[in-house]
């Protein structure tokens, strides 16, 4: 299977059309269309770190949530800037850089499913529905038990082997919404549809905070990347399915692990 047929692939399980209006995700680097895959590397983010470990175990592609070419591209000199430098290094050395970004968020077996499956929610819905998006990106469900906001918090850094930042709505959960990365304008969508207790996140902006806070809601945020590092365990079956013979290796950025308490 070549590059260009790794990606089609994986276009027929996540289309192009059912990303964002705002997102530029896809088949970002590709020195050789026609090079054989035998080992994709899947990472959350395209770092310097990653870029690394992909020249060094000789991969064919970088395989990332989160795309490089996502705002204007002015050059590649790979002395100007972060993500200047790393696209270069790989064109150099062959290897192609594939994002799945908001289409893997909303998609089936997606971030936000398997974040709503960590969670064990059941009567699982549709979260988030735009006019101008109508393809959903969050879920929506219910808590096996009811729980107390300070419970449902720790039950959360748990299951995502992360910490949680808990904004305590002062009323029990049972009804969560779960959105990876940054909530955004759907913070306001889940405080107006009111039919959930909480809402489970990676960010969320202060002022933001307070309209939750507001509507006596429980907020969790488990930080963009202890949302969303649960991409490389969802997409891993994705890619043994498109061809049993690639090889995977994950990549887990260890420096977003850290948490100092003064």
């Not at 100007?80 to 893997?104: C, K, P, Q, V, Y």
């Not at 971030?111 to 529905?129: E, Q, R, S």
């Not at 759907?186 to 939750?212: I, M, Q, S, Y």
């Amino acid at each position: 299977m070549t590059v260009r047929s790794f990606y089609l692939a994986l276009c027929e399980r996540y289309p192009e059309e059912n990303r964002s209006s705002f997102d530029f995700d896809g088949l970002q680097l590709c020195p050789d269309e026609n090079r054989e895959v035998k080992t994709v590397l899947v990472a959350l983010d395209l770092t310097r770190e990653s870029v690394d470990m992909a020249i060094e175990t000789g991969c064919d592609v970088l395989l990332t949530h989160h795309p490089i070419l996502f705002s204007g591209v002015r050059t590649l000199d790979p002395s100007s800037n972060m993500d200047a430098e790393n696209a270069t290094r790989l064109i150099t050395h062959g290897i192609a850089h594939i994002s799945l970004h908001t289409r893997f968020d909303g998609g089936k077996g997606g971030i936000n499913d398997a974040l709503a499956k960590k969670l064990g929610l059941t009567c699982i819905k549709p979260f988030g529905i735009d006019a101008n998006d109508p393809f959903p990106l969050g879920r929506k469900g219910e808590l096996e038990h009811e729980m107390q906001p300070k419970d449902f918090a720790a039950f959360a850094a748990s299951v995502l082997g992360c910490h949680v930042l808990l904004t305590d709505g002062g009323n029990t959960v049972k009804r969560v919404a779960v959105l990876g990365g940054a909530a955004g304008e759907f913070t306001e969508r889940f405080v107006e549809e009111g039919d959930c207790d909480a809402l489970l996140t990676g960010e969320v902006a202060h002022h933001r905070k307070l309209l939750v806070a507001h509507a006596r809601k429980t907020l969790a945020e488990a930080g963009h990347y202890g949302s969303e590092k649960i991409f490389i365990e969802a997409i891993l079956p994705v890619i043994s399915d498109v061809d049993p013979a690639i090889a995977t290796a994950p990549f887990f950025d260890t420096a977003h692990e850290i948490c100092v308490l003064a």
